[in-house]
């Protein structure tokens, strides 16, 4: 499996532009994760999934921020209109409930600078 | 789920083990132990978890006391390439005994190894 794929991988927008970030699981897993990091907040949970359903968007910052799941295979999340303090790395991720370790698996983030 | 205490920042000499410390007094009985480690710009890498045995696995071992107030992740022979954040993470166990579900990250400890 190619692991949980993400992009863009750098994106680069100026102040009140639309910023969608995509992230593809890996199959057959049914939790997916958002998750942003910065230097001062650290890594903060955005919002989950679990097959396709929002559980918790206790993360999700305002309503400029949206996220959506419309398959087990992808997911978008949308920052409309983008701020300079939404510049972030944000990861996705996913797992797999059941028997095993409860791991999740991350892609490698998609940078967003927005200036 | 429980906080979870670390020190900021460790230096450890190459070749050597890395004894990683973290305080979790108010852990429930239904809460494992995780760690995970983010090396610089990439996502955050599962290592191991626990409940209440010591564990072992080809990365690391875990130590966890046995009022479960404290853990230790060991590197037997860290490497630079274990130069990287460290996170231990408390995380409620699901039905079924298994732990899945959402991941909260607090600050973590930097290991820096030297050569």
């Known amino acids: 499996d190619a692991g949980v794929i993400q992009s863009p991988r750098h994106e680069v927008t100026e102040m009140g532009q639309e910023v969608t970030l995509r992230c593809k699981p890996i199959?057959?897993?049914?939790?997916l994760f958002w998750y942003r990091q910065t230097m001062m907040r650290g890594l903060e949970l955005l919002i989950y999934?679990?097959?396709?359903?929002?559980i918790d968007d206790s993360g999700m910052p305002e309503d400029r921020f949206s996220a959506k799941m419309p398959n087990a295979s992808f997911s978008t999340l949308k920052i409309q209109p983008s701020e300079p303090r939404d510049s972030a790395v944000y990861f996705c991720?996913?797992?797999?409930?059941?028997w095993g370790t409860g791991e999740l698996f991350f892609g490698e983030g998609s940078r967003l600078t927005v200036l | 789920d429980a906080k979870t205490t670390q020190p900021p920042s460790m230096d450890c000499a190459e070749g050597r083990a890395a004894n990683l410390p973290c305080n979790h007094s108010?852990?429930?009985?239904?809460?494992?132990v995780y760690w995970y480690r983010q090396i610089h710009s990439q996502g955050p890498q599962y290592i191991i978890h626990g409940l209440k045995n010591n564990e072992t696995n080809e990365m690391a071992s875990l130590i966890i006391t046995e009022d479960r107030k404290s853990s230790t992740l060991i590197l037997p022979h860290a490497t630079l390439r274990d130069t990287a954040v460290y996170y231990c993470?408390?995380?409620?166990?699901?039905?079924?005994?298994?732990?899945?579900?959402?991941?909260?990250f607090g600050q973590g400890t930097i290991l820096t190894v030297h050569p």
């Open positions: 999934f679990n097959n396709n359903v929002p």
């Open positions: 991720a996913s797992s797999l409930a059941g």
């Open positions: 108010t852990i429930s009985g239904n809460e494992y």
């Open positions: 993470i408390v995380r409620v166990a699901n039905a079924g005994g298994t732990s899945y579900g959402k991941l909260t």
């Open positions: 199959s057959g897993h049914d939790y």
